[in-house]
Every structure is written in C-alpha cells, then in structure tokens.
T-cell receptor, first 112, second 112 residues
Framework: QKEVEQDPGPLSVPEGAIVSLNCTYS??????FMWYRQYSRKGPELLMYTYSSGNKEDGRFTAQVDKSSKYISLFIRDSQPSDSATYLC????????????FGPGTRLSVLP | DTAVSQTPKYLVTQMGNDKSIKCEQNLGHDTMYWYKQDSKKFLKIMFSYNNKELIINETVPNRFSPKSPDKAHLNLHINSLELGDSAVYFC???????????FGDGTRLSIL
C-alpha cells in the first residue's frame, strides 16, 4: 500500500461547481496535513494546512481531516477557471523531515 | 519579493558534467529542502537541512550533495550527471522540520 493515495484525475467541472479532492494515507504518525496548488511550470503553492484532526476554512476553500479514517479532503466552492491546476496533498509527522510525503496530485480543470 | 528563489530556472547540459543549483529563502525559516519532481509529477524529498543537521533520503545517489553556506541558502551540487537526472528540482523552506513548506518555482534540468 502506498503511503499516500490520491486520484490523479483529470477532473473537469463547470464553473461554479463544488469540487471535492481527497487523499487517503496509511501512516498514523502524520500530524500536519497540507494542500498545495501547482500551476504549470510553477512551484507548489501552500493553500491550507491543518494540524491534527478537524476542519479549516479559508474563503472558498475548506480542508477536512479525519484521522480515524486516515482521510483528508479539500473542498472548493464556487470554482473558477483560475482554480484549474494540480492539487497535491501532503503530510508530515514527528519524524524529522524524512516523513514529509506528497500525494501524486489531482489535475483539475474548471471550464467556463 | 520572492520568498524562495532558485537559479537557474533552466539548465541544459551533457551527461557526465557537474552542475549546481542555488536556492535562497528570505522567510527567516530554519529548515530547507530539496525535492525532485519527475515526469509523472511525483514530488520526492531528497534532503532536509536544519541547523546544520542534514537528513538524506537514502534513495538519493551520493552524486548529489547539498551545501549550506548559511541558514538562508541551500545549494545543490550534482556530479557526473546522468540521463535519469532530468527532472524539475524544487527548493523549499519551513520554519521547523515537518511544518508546512514554501516552494521555489523550480529548476528544469535537462541532460543531453
């Protein structure tokens, strides 16, 4: 079983749709849960992060962490064409950097 | 003002050459990293460097060596370049180990 699994997509939605992106993981030591957005030919941009379980909201974005199920989600409300990018989940634990793991990313296209 | 900057953006060179990539962060972070993103877009951590402590991913060949002249800089030296080294290399930094990271825009390395 891979340490972090994420549906690579591509995922195409119409403008204004609610987008749900998900990752599952196997290592229960993970404590930080992050979502990054990566545009073509750019570096990953930190969107949101959560420490331990719970929800976090920032504008149109909501991140959820369910440690009991080892499942994290990112919801994008009122999606815009500018949201078209690859979304990567990432996780880290108290294991000195070696335990920082990225999912493979989901390609999202929001169609006008 | 760019938070994490890498130079050069593009690097085209021949097999067997030695090259370096520079990275600087102005975020005042204590930890810096190097990642490799392959053609399938997987991001894999290569090194973590924190307070002069280097943590190496054991899968990284010893042809790759990070050098940190100070806390704000972490350069990557690569000896005897091979075809399989072609990838995008990202530098990142975080306040402490395992905390969310901020990325540069990458260096695209192509080996002829």
């Amino acid at each position: 079983q891979k340490e972090v699994e994420q549906d690579p997509g591509p995922l195409s939605v119409p403008e204004g749709a609610i987008v749900s992106l998900n990752c599952t993981y196997s290592n229960s030591a993970f404590q930080y849960f992050m979502w990054y957005r990566q545009y073509s030919r750019k570096g990953p941009e930190l969107l949101m992060y959560t420490y331990s379980s719970g929800n976090k909201e920032d504008g149109r974005f909501t991140a959820q962490v369910d440690k009991s199920s080892k499942y994290i989600s990112l919801f994008i409300r009122d999606s815009q064409p500018s949201d078209s990018a690859t979304y990567l989940c990432a996780m880290s634990g108290n294991n000195y950097g070696q335990n920082f793991v990225f999912g493979p990313g989901t390609r999202l296209s929001v169609l006008p | 003002d760019t938070a994490v900057s890498q130079t050069p953006k593009y690097l085209v060179t021949q097999m067997g050459n030695d090259k370096s990539i520079k990275c600087e962060q102005n975020l005042g972070h204590d930890t810096m990293y190097w990642y490799k993103q392959d053609s399938k877009k997987f991001l894999k951590i290569m090194f973590s460097y924190n307070n002069k402590e280097l943590i190496i991913n054991e899968t990284v060949p010893n042809r790759f060596s990070p050098k940190s002249p100070d806390k704000a800089h972490l350069n990557l030296h690569i000896n005897s370049l091979e075809l399989g080294d072609s990838a995008v290399y990202f530098c990142a930094s975080s306040q402490e180990l395992d905390q969310p990271q901020h990325f540069g825009d990458g260096t695209r390395l192509s080996i002829l």
